[in-house]
């Protein structure tokens, strides 16, 4: 059985709706996902903007001894386009400090351009089936600046009422897999995982 551990930003916004995709992807695999740092989350795992925080390698290093981590993904979103280099930047290095310090360098990052809501944006008919809405999608996710406003924009109207990025892991368990994975950042991120499998 291999031992994951997810980081990401928020444990319910952003690590479950990872660790549903995830257990989709691999049902057919003998791997058990654990959702880390219930108890920090977004600007708490910065201690500059580059660096995680202290608190968050302690963490890290107590869960990784502690559940027995075979390995560890950390997610955090960009906040802005792929042309935005320094940013990317910043990201990884703050994921590669992280990492080293807390986890044995046992690693891998999922970077979110620009949200974990552009994930959302590679299904959007599973996301209009469940708000009721028609967005029409034709663009590629990674190029949608701030897709969270949109969704929250669009869904102003909606039955079910305006999305929430608590609403993130219901939405997630409804997208179809294969249609995620035509998100480049993604594919490129499940094509590391596969790696250690």
Do not use: C
Request: hydrophobic share 40%.
């Amino acid at each position: 059985m291999i031992r994951i551990g997810i980081i990401g930003e928020h444990p319910y916004n952003d690590s479950k709706p990872i660790k549903i995709l995830l257990e989709k992807e691999y049902k057919d695999k003998e791997v058990q996902f654990f959702i880390l740092f219930n108890n920090i989350r977004g600007g708490q795992l910065d201690d500059k903007i580059d660096k995680p925080s202290r608190k968050a390698i302690a963490q890290l290093k107590d869960a990784f001894r502690a559940k027995k981590l075979d390995f560890v993904i950390y997610i955090h979103d960009l906040d802005g386009l792929p042309s935005d280099e320094k940013k990317i930047k910043i990201r990884e290095n703050w994921f590669k400090i992280l990492d080293r310090e807390g986890a044995n360098r046992k690693g891998i990052f999922l970077l979110n351009i620009y949200e974990l809501e552009a994930l959302v944006l590679s299904d959007i008919n599973a996301f209009n089936q469940l708000y009721s809405v028609n967005i029409a999608f034709k663009g590629n996710p990674m190029y949608q600046a701030e897709p969270k406003e949109l969704l929250k924009e669009k869904t102003a109207k909606s039955p079910r009422g305006k999305y929430k990025e608590a609403d993130a892991a219901n939405i997630f368990e409804q997208l179809d897999i294969e249609k995620i994975k035509n998100h480049r950042q993604y594919k490129q991120f499940i094509a590391k995982l596969d790696e250690r499998f």
